[in-house]
């Protein structure tokens, strides 16, 4: 079966460039997370969706973030304009619901130059 | 809003050597979850207790959930250098809504 499914892998750009990324839950899954990772502020939760109706969006850092899910299958993380200190692991992470074990995708190393 | 804490936030073993790492929380917990990210790679679910004083093993690993649902502990038996990795509790918040994890406990095993 697939896992949850992040792209791009990797991301290099310089700042004030948007950036979108994207992810594609587990089938059957009705959650879907966005954390942020990174050595200073470890795995923080920015956003989490429960049929496709974001819940809870406080962790979001500021307007420059957003986040959408069309449908069940695909959601996107965007950034408008980027700023070298967006620069971490944005990793996907669905579940049956928000509380149940949440399975995670390889994560998109954004570097923001 | 609620957190758990997490100890040590390093570890570091030579290998055979046991490890533990513990989570502790203020309120009482409904459950708690356990996690493992390898070094470049993604969490992945380890394991949730749910009980009050449960302990579940996994191989050389034992979970173990306190009598007051307060607090929980992870522990490898006679480490390997593929227990490498950044071990993570994890918690529900107050609301139910969401999870919220610890700073993690970084593993390091020396051959």
């Known amino acids: 079966d697939a896992g949850v499914i992040q792209s791009p892998r990797h991301e290099v750009t310089e700042m004030g460039q948007e950036v979108t990324l994207r992810c594609k839950p587990i089938s059957g899954h009705n959650s879907l997370f966005w954390y942020r990772q990174t050595m200073m502020r470890g795995l923080e939760l920015l956003i989490y969706?429960?049929?496709?109706?974001?819940?809870?969006d406080s962790g979001m850092p500021e307007d420059r973030f957003s986040a959408k899910m069309p449908n069940a299958s695909f959601s996107t993380l965007k950034i408008q304009p980027s700023e070298p200190r967006d620069s971490a692991v944005y990793f996907c992470?669905?579940?049956?619901?928000?509380?149940?074990?949440?399975?995670f995708g390889d994560g998109t190393r954004l570097s923001i130059l | 809003g609620q957190q758990v804490m997490q100890i040590p936030q390093y570890q570091h073993v030579q290998e055979g050597e046991d490890f533990t790492t513990y989570c502790n929380s203020s309120t009482t917990l409904s459950n708690i979850q356990w996690y493992k990210q390898r070094p470049g790679g993604h969490p992945v679910f380890l394991i949730q207790l749910v009980k009050s004083g449960e302990v579940k093993k996994q191989k050389r690993l034992t979970f173990q959930f306190g009598e007051a649902k307060k607090n929980s502990s992870l522990h490898i038996t006679a480490t390997q250098t593929t227990d490498v990795g950044t071990y993570f509790c994890?918690?529900?918040?107050?609301?139910?809504?969401?999870?919220?994890f610890g700073q993690g406990t970084e593993l390091s095993v020396k051959p």
């Open positions: 992470a669905s579940s049956f619901n928000q509380l149940q074990p949440q399975h």
């Open positions: 994890a918690i529900s918040d107050n609301q139910g809504g969401k999870l919220i």
């Open positions: 969706f429960n049929n496709n109706v974001p819940i809870d």
